[in-house]
C-alpha cells in the first residue's frame, strides 16, 4: 500500500511538470522562432516479487511478478519543425526557410536562433535590437567580393555611405543590324560614358550599311561640349567598319571595339586640358539577320558617385547595397550554421539556442547548402505551437494528476481503515 502512495506521488509531480511544459508552450504561441517542447514519461524499477521459471516436462513455466513503483520523466523535447511564415515588409526581418540557424554574438558567446528580427545599430552593424547580439557573417571588401573561406564576423551595412565615381572602362552592346535595308540606312544608340570624377558624356554609336554586302560604317558622334575628339577601332587595327559572314556573324568575334574619348577639360576638375580615357565594347552580341533592327547597351561599368541607399537580402543570404547612383554592389553574406542533431542544442533565453556536447558542432556556411536552408527577406517564422494539440495536452495533463490524486485518497481510506481495526 506504501508502494501505492509513493507511486502516485511521481504521477503528480510529473505531472506538474507535464503542465508546466505545456504551458509554457502555449504562452509562446505568439514568439518569434520558438520551437515547442515534448514531455515523454517512463516507468520507474519495478520491485520483483516472483521470478519467471522455464517450462519443464510436466509444469509450463511461469511468468514473473513485479510491482512497478511509480513513473519518471523520460525526456523534455525540443521540436524544430518549421513554424508558420508571417510577411512583416521590414527589410531587415528574416526566416530561415527549413533547416539551420541564425549565428549571433554578444562579444564572446555565440548564440543560434531562429528569430530574424533584425536592425541595422547605430554603428552600422546587423544586430539583435532587443539585446544587440551582432549577427554574424562575412563582409564584401572594397571591390564586391565576398570571402565565404574566411572567419565569420559582425556584418557591417553603412547606410548613406558614399561610393566613389568609377571611370567606363567597359561595356557590352547588343542587337541585331536588319540586313534587308537599303545601302545607308543607319541604326544608332546612345552610351552614357562616365569619366573619373563620375561626370556622364553621351556617346552616339551609329551603324551605316555600306555598299559592300555585309559591311558598316562605324561612327561615334557627342553632342557634349566637352568632348573634343572621338574615333572607333572596330577591329582592333583602327578600322572604323564591321563585317558580317554569311551567317550574319561577325567576322572579327572575339575582338572588341574601342572607343578614344578625348575631354577638353576635366569634368569638375577647375582646370583645363585633355583628358583621355578608353571604353572597350563588348559587340560580339551584335548580328546581321533579315529582321528587325536595334542597338542598346547592354552593360557599362561606369558610373557616379553616390551614397548607399538601402539593401536586399537574397535567398543564398547574399547583401546587395542599393546605391543612389542606380548602382548596385554586393555588401556581404548572411551565415547560418547546421547541427547533426539540433534537438541537443539548449535553449538559452531570448529566442537563442547554444551548442551541446550532443548537439554536434555548428556546421557553418551559406543557407540553401549543406542542409542550411534559404532565407526568405520581409518574412519572420512564427512559433511552431499547436494549440489544438497543447490544450488536449492540458486535459491529458490534469485527468493524469487527478488520478494521481485519488489512488492517494484511496490509499489514505484503506489505510484508516486498517487502524481502525484495532479499536
Request: hydrophobic share 40%; glycine share 12%.
Amino acid at each position: 500500500m506504501m508502494r501505492s502512495l509513493f507511486a502516485a506521488i511521481s504521477g503528480l509531480q510529473n505531472h506538474v511538470t507535464y503542465m508546466d511544459v505545456v504551458g509554457n508552450n502555449i504562452a509562446n504561441v505568439n514568439t518569434q522562432g520558438y520551437k515547442a517542447s515534448r514531455v515523454t514519461f517512463q516507468d520507474m524499477l519495478t520491485q520483483n516479487i516472483a521470478g519467471a521459471s522455464a517450462p519443464t516436462a510436466d509444469r509450463g513455466g511461469t511468468n514473473p511478478q513485479q510491482v512497478g513503483l511509480g513513473m519518471k520523466l523520460g525526456g523534455i523535447n525540443v521540436i524544430h519543425t518549421q513554424g508558420a511564415l508571417q510577411a512583416t515588409g521590414n527589410s531587415t526581418d528574416f526566416a530561415v526557410q527549413g533547416s539551420g540557424f541564425f549565428i549571433v554574438k554578444d562579444g564572446q558567446r555565440v548564440f543560434y536562433t531562429r528569430d530574424g528580427a533584425f536592425d541595422v545599430s547605430v554603428t552600422g552593424e546587423l544586430v539583435n535590437p532587443t539585446n544587440g547580439f551582432k549577427v554574424q557573417g562575412w563582409n564584401a571588401d572594397t571591390n564586391g567580393v565576398t570571402d565565404v573561406n574566411t572567419p565569420i564576423g559582425a556584418i557591417t551595412i553603412p547606410l548613406g555611405q558614399s561610393i566613389a565615381a568609377q571611370e567606363s572602362t567597359l561595356a557590352t552592346f547588343t542587337g541585331n543590324l536588319d540586313a534587308r535595308v537599303a545601302t545607308g540606312a543607319s541604326f544608332s544608340t546612345t552610351m552614357d560614358v562616365y569619366d573619373s570624377l563620375g561626370a556622364a558624356h553621351p556617346v552616339v554609336v551609329t551603324y551605316t550599311k555600306n555598299a559592300t554586302p555585309n559591311v558598316w560604317d562605324v561612327t561615334a558622334t557627342s553632342a557634349d561640349p566637352l568632348v573634343s575628339a572621338l574615333s572607333v577601332d572596330v577591329d582592333g587595327l583602327g578600322g572604323t567598319q564591321a563585317t558580317f559572314d554569311v551567317t550574319g556573324r561577325l567576322t572579327t568575334a572575339g575582338t572588341p571595339m574601342v572607343i578614344d574619348i578625348d575631354l577638353d577639360t576635366a569634368s569638375g576638375a577647375g582646370t583645363t586640358g585633355v583628358v583621355d580615357f578608353q571604353t572597350t565594347v563588348d559587340i560580339d552580341a551584335i548580328t546581321q539577320f533579315a529582321s528587325a533592327g536595334q542597338i542598346s547597351p547592354s552593360f557599362n561599368n561606369g558610373f557616379s558617385a553616390g551614397s548607399l541607399l538601402t539593401f536586399s537580402v537574397g535567398p543564398g543570404g547574399d547583401i546587395t547595397g542599393i546605391f543612389s547612383n542606380g548602382t548596385t554592389r554586393p555588401l556581404g553574406q548572411i551565415a547560418t550554421a547546421a547541427f547533426t542533431n539540433p534537438a541537443g542544442l539548449a535553449k538559452a533565453g531570448a529566442n537563442n539556442f547554444e551548442a551541446t556536447s550532443n548537439s554536434g558542432i555548428a556546421l557553418v556556411g551559406t543557407p540553401g547548402t549543406g542542409g542550411r536552408g534559404s532565407i526568405g527577406a520581409g518574412v519572420l517564422e512564427g512559433s511552431n505551437t499547436d494549440l489544438a494539440r497543447e490544450f488536449t495536452n492540458v486535459v491529458v495533463a490534469q485527468r493524469g494528476f487527478q488520478a494521481s490524486s485519488r489512488i492517494i485518497s484511496t490509499a489514505d481510506e484503506m489505510l484508516e481503515s486498517l487502524v481502525n481495526l484495532i479499536r
